[in-house]
Nanobody, 118 residues
Framework: QVQLVESGGGLVQAGGSLRLSCAAS????????MGWFRQAPGKEREFVAS????????YYANSVKGRFTISRDNAKNTVYLQMNSLKPEDTAVYYC???????????WGQGTQVTVSS
């Protein structure tokens, strides 16, 4: 089993920055990639960014490319999401997740709220 705990959310003005953290524990040796997703009120959950654990190859949604950066710390089993130039439309609950293989994400955190005021 894998446990994920997100932190770092909060309220920020448009144009500001936040850094989210996601600490993984348990059977993390089987991690293939970790990702960040978000869900705004009344909307479906959407992909934000991901990172492969073996070689740090990253992927981003077009809506955050150039503003958000995903990174990892192997020693701490932690993945980060640095969010700059935040916009009100970035307001959502942000979740981290682990995919043990090349398939679906199977383990999810409880989420952390990010609110960007205009």
């Amino acid at each position: 089993q894998v446990q994920l705990v997100e932190s770092g959310g909060g309220l920020v003005q448009a144009g500001g920055s936040l850094r989210l953290s996601c600490a993984a524990s348990g059977r993390t040796f089987s991690t293939y990639r970790m990702g960040w997703f978000r869900q705004a009120p009344g909307k479906e959950r959407e992909f934000v960014a991901s990172i492969k654990w073996s070689d740090s190859i990253t992927y981003y949604a077009n809506s955050v490319k150039g503003r958000f950066t995903i990174s990892r710390d192997n020693a701490k089993n932690t993945v980060y999401l640095q969010m700059n130039s935040l916009k009100p439309e970035d307001t959502a609950v942000y979740y981290c997740a682990i995919a043990p293989g090349t398939g679906a994400y199977e383990y999810w955190g409880q989420g952390t709220q990010v609110t960007v005021s205009s």
